[in-house]
């Protein structure tokens, strides 16, 4: 049996197992909360069962280790089995949990903790399963294809990279917007079962074709120069560098993100970066392994502090280089990539070269070895993103967290440099100490000349959170609210129309009405004025605590009796209420393809809505504009949950109301509405409209009603948007062949 087989076999496992993860948080989040403990949840959990299954995985198979050449092969195979049928178990176990626990009277930690619990139920196994594979497949090596036996980690680890970076494309470019999620699993599953029929069939005709070789002295005293830190020390270099990697992946989303536009291409795009990278880096190390040179030990402790600290330079706005100024997609995100390419391949191949190499030494190729180093690495990998985002993000900001994180890797570099022989090859030309010192000093000009995207607005307020860097600027009617460097709202006589115009199409006086997303706090505010019970859900804790700079009487509305504000994912929220509403309104942030942004149109959304409407009760629906397959899928998941909908133009002509109802909503002009408007309600319309009357208002909204039909017709054959299609989300292909949504 040749060696290449086992990168056959892992390109495919690697490719399976990033559309598993896409997808497995994906249905997640649709089921338990958009939040941010939640997607740290599932990210744990999945971490937590590759680091689980490599450390038991190495266990088990050194017990096995008398066993014959094909035992451990046909294990392999096996494990590789079980993830193809966990692919199709975890959406069920996922369903089944959402069921259990969506009529729970628990408050909000403690449904956490237990829909935590479930997700680590329906998901630890399969992910152990994926993390056994790494001692299972070295345990074959070392039996079958015994020559380089002792650096198979790192020739696993290369091939599951290419694999890892094939899914992340392959899921984000095409089969998502295909296939759907669901469907794009089966595919995944499919690939995963012809991979356990490949590796059982050979281990059936298996033979011992290569003998077992030794290494050369000379080669090993090449190696032997890697180790610049103790052998105890190479652990924690595994932990540090998964530690810091991961968690610079949190602050690479947060950095790069304004000039890639918020949409879900920009953390594939991210995520492809990083793999890039760390393809690069192990297929530098694996050629090196190749001609018995691997060297560059030195060299990599000593940038990689200096490599970490790049994305402040490429992250700054004043850098000649072009952002991302078309929210859905275009040539200026190939800037956007070209800028987070520059700033995250550079650590990334620096990671992907140290990381297989630390295996590899530790391991010499023992399986048992290998899967304890790879899971400390892991559990570094686990713990990266909780500090990046519940600690140094929340104190620091994403430049000091950056320059946070670099730390412990100059700690690292600084050790290579005083451990490194007296008479080392220069390195460009210098010695270690002078090559050190030299990014210790650039370094510093980095963080000394370098400005984040914030710098831009000299009047601002600033505020952080575990899930966004929230910033207010501007004033009068120019204020803006920016979250992660993405403009959310402006003033607007549009979101005071998103409460007063299903408010006053009611055919009864309303008790009270629920605003998901708080945005600037101007639709709260205008439902107030009509003497209600007002509930506002707001997924960004520091959202609602600008109130003030955008309304001075907003701080006393927050604590009126009426008013009662939630953070919390809307949807999550609703789908553990009770409570009925006479009007619901929802903005849902932008751009219209936001990541997760589906979750807030979808059928299975409108559905959760209807629930929630008293009898009589209107849903109002803002759409800012979109593609036609955009708007059209919208529309048929509005017409499959509500026998009633109606869509109206705004007062400043662009964009759309959707109203829905159960009941017939009434056929009436602006100025039949004037009679149910009260004082407070009216003088709250005309604040930024001092020369219209309200009948003027509505009047114009009227005029400008669209058939439903007309939305249809866009796209006769685009689905209607689902949990399980998110077609506003999913564009390329689409955008690409336009042909392809005909």
């Known amino acids: 049996m040749k060696r290449y087989w086992f990168f056959v076999f892992f390109f495919i496992s690697g490719c399976c197992s990033l559309i598993y993860e896409v997808v497995w948080l994906r249905l997640s989040m649709a089921k338990f909360g958009v939040t941010t403990p939640m997607v740290s949840i599932v990210l744990s959990v999945f971490m937590a069962g590759l680091g689980l299954g490599s450390w038991v995985g190495g266990k088990?198979?050194?017990?096995?280790?008398?066993?014959g050449a094909g035992v451990p092969l046909r294990l392999y195979g096996m494990l590789e089995l079980?993830?193809?049928?966990?692919?199709?178990?975890?959406?069920?176990?996922?369903?089944?949990?959402?069921?259990?626990?969506?009529?729970?009277?628990?408050?909000?930690?403690?449904?956490?903790?237990?829909?935590?619990?479930?997700?680590?139920?329906?998901?630890?196994?399969?992910?152990?399963?994926?993390?056994?594979?790494?001692?299972?497949?070295?345990?074959?090596?070392?039996?079958?294809?015994?020559?380089?036996?002792?650096?198979?980690?790192?020739?696993?680890?290369?091939?599951?990279?290419i694999g890892a970076l094939a899914g992340t494309l392959l899921s984000a470019g095409a089969l998502i917007e295909l296939f759907g999620l669901r469907g794009t699993l089966h595919i995944a599953a499919g690939l995963n079962f012809i991979l356990a029929a490949m590796v059982l069939l050979l281990s059936s005709t298996l033979r011992v074709q290569e003998p077992e070789r030794t290494v050369p002295a000379e080669a090993a005293a090449v190696e032997d120069s890697l180790r610049l830190i103790p052998a105890a020390g190479e652990l924690w270099l595994l932990f540090a560098t998964g530690l810091c990697s991961m968690a610079m992946e949190v602050v690479w989303v947060r950095e790069f993100t304004i000039f890639l536009g918020s949409v879900v291409y920009a953390f594939a795009a991210i995520l492809a970066l990083y793999l890039t990278g760390n393809y690069l880096g192990s297929l530098m190390y694996r050629r090196g392994v190749r001609k018995r040179a691997p060297g560059g030990g030195s060299m990599?402790?000593?940038?990689?502090?200096?490599?970490?600290?790049?994305?402040?330079?490429?992250?700054?706005?004043?850098?000649?280089?072009?952002?991302?100024?078309?929210?859905?997609?275009?040539?200026?995100?190939?800037?956007?990539?070209?800028?987070?390419?520059?700033?995250?391949?550079?650590?990334?191949?620096?990671?992907?070269?140290?990381?297989?190499?630390?295996?590899?030494?530790?391991?010499?190729?023992?399986?048992?070895?290998?899967?304890?180093?790879?899971?400390?690495?892991?559990?570094?990998?686990?713990?990266?993103?909780?500090?990046?985002?519940?600690?140094?993000?929340?104190?620091?900001?994403?430049?000091?967290?950056?320059?946070?994180?670099?730390?412990?890797?100059?700690?690292?570099?600084?050790?290579?440099?005083?451990?490194?022989?007296?008479?080392?090859?220069?390195?460009?030309?210098?010695?270690?100490?002078?090559?050190?010192?030299?990014?210790?000093?650039?370094?510093?000009?980095?963080?000394?000349?370098?400005?984040?995207?914030?710098?831009?607005?000299?009047?601002?307020?600033?505020?952080?959170?575990?899930?966004?860097?929230?910033?207010?600027?501007?004033?009068?009617?120019?204020?803006?609210?920016?979250?992660?460097?993405?403009?959310?709202?402006?003033?607007?006589?549009?979101?005071?129309?998103?409460?007063?115009?299903?408010?006053?199409?009611?055919?009864?006086?309303?008790?009270?009405?629920?605003?998901?997303?708080?945005?600037?706090?101007?639709?709260?505010?205008?439902?107030?004025?009509?003497?209600?019970?007002?509930?506002?859900?707001?997924?960004?804790?520091?959202?609602?605590?600008?109130?003030?700079?955008?309304?001075?009487?907003?701080?006393?509305?927050?604590?009126?009796?009426?008013?009662?504000?939630?953070?919390?994912?809307?949807?999550?929220?609703?789908?553990?209420?009770?409570?009925?509403?006479?009007?619901?309104?929802?903005?849902?942030?932008?751009p219209v393809p936001a990541p997760a942004s589906s979750l807030l149109y979808s059928r299975e959304f409108c559905t959760i809505l209807r629930q929630h409407l008293r009898p009589g009760g209107i849903v109002q629906i803002w759409l800012p504009g979109a593609d036609d397959q955009t708007q059209a899928s919208i529309a048929r998941a509005l017409l499959a949950a509500f026998p009633h909908v109606r869509a109206f133009g705004s007062v400043e002509e662009w964009g759309t109301h959707f109203l829905a109802s159960i009941d017939p909503l009434p056929d009436t002009d602006g100025r039949n509405l004037l009679r149910t408007l009260p004082a407070a309600a009216r003088q709250d319309l005309l604040e930024w409209e001092p020369d219209s009357t309200p009948e003027d208002l509505f009047a114009k909204v009227f005029s400008q009603e669209k058939p439903m039909s007309d939305f249809v017709a866009l796209s006769r054959t685009t689905p209607a948007i689902e949990d399980d299609r998110p077609v506003n989300e999913y564009f390329l292909l689409r955008r690409a062949w336009p042909s392809l949504s005909r």
């Not at 088990?60 to 066993?67: C, E, K, S």
């Not at 055919?507 to 709260?524: A, D, H, K």
């Open 60 to 67: 088990l198979i050194r017990r096995a280790g008398r066993t």
């Open 300 to 590: 990599v402790w000593i940038l990689m502090g200096i490599a970490a600290l790049l994305p402040l330079v490429f992250a700054d706005p004043r850098l000649p280089i072009p952002g991302n100024t078309d929210p859905d997609f275009g040539v200026d995100f190939l800037w956007g990539m070209l800028r987070a390419g520059l700033g995250v391949i550079p650590f990334s191949t620096l990671v992907g070269f140290a990381t297989p190499m630390l295996v590899d030494r530790v391991s010499q190729g023992k399986p048992d070895a290998a899967g304890k180093a790879y899971a400390v690495n892991v559990l570094g990998s686990i713990l990266g993103p909780l500090i990046a985002g519940f600690g140094v993000l929340l104190w620091t900001g994403e430049r000091g967290a950056l320059c946070l994180i670099a730390a412990p890797l100059f700690a690292a570099g600084l050790a290579a440099t005083i451990r490194a022989p007296r008479g080392s090859r220069p390195i460009l030309r210098l010695s270690p100490p002078a090559l050190y010192a030299a990014a210790v000093l650039l370094s510093v000009s980095i963080i000394t000349l370098s400005r984040g995207y914030e710098a831009e607005f000299k009047d601002r307020v600033e505020l952080r959170d575990y899930t966004a860097t929230v910033i207010a600027t501007g004033t009068d009617m120019d204020k803006r609210l920016l979250t992660n460097g993405t403009g959310m709202t402006k003033l607007t006589t549009i979101t005071k129309m998103m409460a007063h115009l299903p408010l006053a199409l009611l055919r009864r006086p309303s008790s009270n009405g629920l605003v998901i997303c708080f945005g600037m706090g101007t639709t709260f505010r205008s439902m107030l004025s009509w003497g209600i019970r007002a509930t506002v859900v707001e997924l960004v804790p520091s959202v609602p605590k600008l109130f003030g700079y955008f309304h001075s009487d907003g701080p006393f509305l927050l604590r009126s009796p009426r008013a009662r504000l939630m953070i919390d994912d809307g949807r999550r929220f609703l789908a553990r209420s009770t409570e009925q509403f006479d009007v619901i309104t929802l903005d849902p942030p932008p």
């Open 82 to 161: 079980t993830i193809g049928i966990s692919g199709l178990v975890v959406p069920r176990l996922i369903d089944t949990g959402y069921g259990l626990l969506r009529n729970a009277a628990w408050d909000s930690a403690i449904y956490y903790l237990i829909s935590g619990a479930w997700v680590t139920l329906a998901l630890l196994p399969p992910c152990a399963a994926m993390g056994a594979t790494f001692p299972f497949a070295m345990a074959a090596i070392r039996k079958i294809v015994r020559a380089e036996a002792e650096h198979s980690f790192s020739y696993l680890y290369l091939a599951n990279l």
